[in-house]
């Protein structure tokens, strides 16, 4: 199938702990304002991000492997490319071994993005186009590409092109019984695929039901902000299973939010100088 392929491809580079390492690919969050990557938070099981409200941030993409990858990017549960509620199976940007991107916003066209920026949840892109309940989580899904696989009936051609030629009556005969060639998987693929980015839209699965009801007043949500320039061009790109090879997924909220709730810890004050009252009863000395 036809997908995209990320112009703002360079030279791979050593992650900073701040990104998510997985098997394939690193993701991290940057803060376009401050050009910092935002540090995780591993909390049950999850990892999560800090974001201020009103900046500008993309997310960067590094491939960790010698092969051409596709990922494709949900935020908010939206499709980052086609503005689709985010299925796996969508269209996604295909990188070349080794190479990195940084997505900065939904993409509107082949030259244009809108800026992801952090917003209140009533103000994000997805709340505002009637989809809230998957608003706070950055998730990509990570596809191999499928290598040409050596069928037998070429073995078969190969292996009759080697033998002695027949006579003129039997190689007639042997022509009209040769397989019919099909087009490649790929090319099926392709032709089944889209002209345009592609993908359907499925119904939600309900998990989406048992996440804990945000805060709008307080919880962020990504925005659709300003127009850029961030060319890219379709590539083809047939994948190794339909399901995804890996999928990696950030939470992110606002600081004062996951202090809350227990992801970020709240630092102890620590005294400058002695105090001469830290307690109000004597404790038991120790041992």
Not at 51 to 75: D, E, F, K, Q
Not at 209 to 220: C, D, G, I, N
């Amino acid at each position: 199938m036809k997908s995209l392929l990320a112009v703002l491809v360079t030279a791979a580079f050593s992650c900073s702990s701040a990104a998510r390492a997985g098997n394939l690919v690193d993701v991290g969050v940057i803060d376009r304002d401050t050009g910092s990557t935002l540090p995780t938070h591993m909390h049950n099981g999850k990892l999560y991000i800090a974001g201020a409200p009103g900046h500008r941030y993309a997310v960067r993409i590094v491939n960790r492997t010698g092969a051409r990858v596709m990922t494709v990017l949900s935020v908010d549960g939206v499709n980052a490319i086609t503005g689709q509620t985010a299925d796996t199976y969508q269209s996604g940007y295909v990188l070349d071994a080794y190479q990195s991107t940084e997505v900065d916003g939904w993409r509107k066209d082949m030259s244009e993005i809108a800026q992801f920026n952090f917003t209140a949840l009533e103000n994000s892109y997805a709340a505002r186009t009637g989809r809230p309940n998957n608003v706070g989580v950055i998730g990509v899904a990570v596809f191999r590409e499928k290598q040409p696989v050596w069928r037998e009936r070429d073995e078969k051609i190969a292996a009759r092109e080697a033998a002695p030629a027949p006579p003129a009556a039997a190689a007639d005969a042997a022509s009209a019984q040769a397989p019919a060639t099909t087009a490649s998987g790929a090319a099926q693929a392709a032709a089944k695929s889209m002209s345009a980015p592609a993908g359907g839209v499925r119904a939600d699965n309900g998990l989406a039901a048992a996440r804990p009801t945000p805060k709008p007043e307080e919880s962020l949500g990504t925005g659709h902000g300003a127009r850029e320039s961030s060319h890219a061009s379709y590539t083809s790109f047939e994948r190794e299973s339909s399901r995804p090879n890996e999928l990696v997924s950030v939470w992110y909220d606002s600081y004062r939010n996951l202090v809350a709730r227990g992801v970020i810890p709240t630092p102890r004050p620590i005294a400058i100088e002695p105090q001469p009252f830290p307690n109000q009863f004597v404790p038991d000395p120790a041992g």
